[in-house]
């Protein structure tokens, strides 16, 4: 994880699975490490990594209310056709 840069180490803060957990685990640590050193850049990305998930919640509540406090209930109109032979 040293040699990596600090994007790719960013990049695995999310994880999937338990495995890529404790990727996530580790690239943390090395941010923290990295920041405590006077690294501008991973002292950012810790914090763009902690304010995500509050960004995406409010993204949530928006799109949940543009989406459906502008919709008018529909109506469904089905038409039949007759022929008459003869």
């Known amino acids: ?4 840069s600090n994007y790719d180490l960013y990049l695995r803060l999310t994880p999937t699975s338990w495995a890529t957990g404790l990727l996530a685990a580790a690239a943390r640590n090395e941010l923290t490490r990295r920041a405590a050193h006077g690294d501008g850049e991973a002292k950012m990305l810790l ?32 038409y039949t056709l007759h ?3 003869g």
Not at 1 to 4: A, K, P, V
Not at 50 to 67: G, S, W
Request: charged share 35%; net charge positive.
């Open 1 to 4: 994880m040293e040699n990596e």
């Open 47 to 78: 914090e763009i990594h902690r304010l995500e998930p509050a960004r995406k919640q409010i993204q949530r509540r928006v799109m949940d209310r543009t989406n459906l406090s502008h919709q008018k209930p529909g109506h469904k109109f089905i």
């Open 83 to 85: 022929f008459r032979l």
